[in-house]
């Protein structure tokens, strides 16, 4: 809050007054907006995400660790993983009022003209802002440089890693000379970064489909061997919240490549577990 406040400041933003727009529902990326926003301020939002906002959160992580539990999670952590999961202790209220923004709507601020873009993938409503004549992309946690956002799958239904790839080709034609995204460093080579990204999530299947060599496994098993950036020795080190998002993320991955064919779930008593189809040629 106080750091926010004083970028507002240093650009002479008066937030009583201000409406916002929110790039996807992350509590680090919207969690403050309730405590920002004027009466009768408009927030941006984009559809699902903000279905999220407004569902009941219990519905919500309910939905999530019954999957979870399924996925061989074990259940000692579960309770530990969402207890300290940012999600549940820094999301907004629900009371917002919010204006759902789509693909084509323009937003105007100044001599600002931006356009809607929808890019679901790292959140299903998630939503990039582009302003042409400048060529400037408010991107969000759509591209990031130094670490890759998280893709996860927050539902079944879902295909999020096949919506994120989808995304990133979406914005990839645009002309581009300055990308404002929601971490690390501003920059400029948008094209060059998607292309970084799209290997990326190619060498993740290509680690999922070697893991499953090994044989079938549930979904907790396949993400604790995967390879992840992060300074813990193990995988038993992990902090609890740590394992939720790798496992969201070998989930998404999973869901990818079960759509190609690649892989194939069964279930077994209570257990959801994967294996790789073996090839013939
Ligand atoms: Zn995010």
Redesign the pocket.
Known sequence: MAALVSGLKECSVDWSQADFFIT?M?A??AGLVSTLAGEGAIIYFGRADAEIIRSTATEHWEKQINFARKCGFPEEEIAKAIGSHPGRRYSPNNSLNLCVSKDGDRISADDYLFECIETPG??EGHICLYEPSKKILICG?HILVDITPNITLASEERNSLKEYLMSLDKVYDLDVELVLP?HRSIFRNHKERIRELKQHHQARLNEIISILGKGRQNVFQIASQMTWDIDYKSWDLFPPAQKWFAFGEAMAHLKYLEEEGKVERQIEGQELVFFAEVSND
Do not use: A
């Open positions: 996807h992350h680090d990326h790292h959140t946690d929601g």
